[in-house]
């Protein structure tokens, strides 16, 4: 039997997520910050449509692995409440991938600003 897709239901359940998100994960609210001061940067600066959409994304991108390393770290810490080193290593691999999310997003940053002010 197919279950049937309730749109708004789901909606309510991604709400769910991001508000337990937003209420419980310091590094996600430190992120939401930067990313607000830069989205409000990126309308003034002087760019392509284009360049707006890949400086957005790379932002969003950042908010979207943090949330997917919460995910992460709330499962391992269900499964092994105690310490575990496949559980400590499945962790470090969630924080690796914020990491390297935010490198792109600076390195595209930069890149941008860059030519904007260096032409």
């Known amino acids: 039997m ?13 709400m769910k ?5 937003l209420k419980t994960e310091m590094s996600f609210r430190i992120e939401l910050v930067f990313v607000v001061i830069f989205s409000i940067v990126n309308l003034f600066l002087p760019i392509n449509l284009t360049l707006h959409l890949v400086l957005e994304m790379a932002l969003f991108g ?9 995910a992460i770290e709330r499962i391992v810490d269900l499964v092994s409440p105690e310490w575990n080193e496949l559980a400590g290593k499945a962790k470090d691999a969630g924080s690796a991938g914020v990491f390297l999310s935010i490198t792109i997003a600076v390195i595209c940053w930069v890149l941008v600003l860059a030519n904007l002010i260096f032409g």
């Open 2 to 14: 197919k279950i049937k897709y309730k749109f708004f239901k789901n909606w309510g359940y991604a």
């Open 17 to 21: 997520g991001l508000g337990d998100v």
């Open 62 to 70: 950042v908010l979207i692995t943090e949330i997917l390393n919460s």
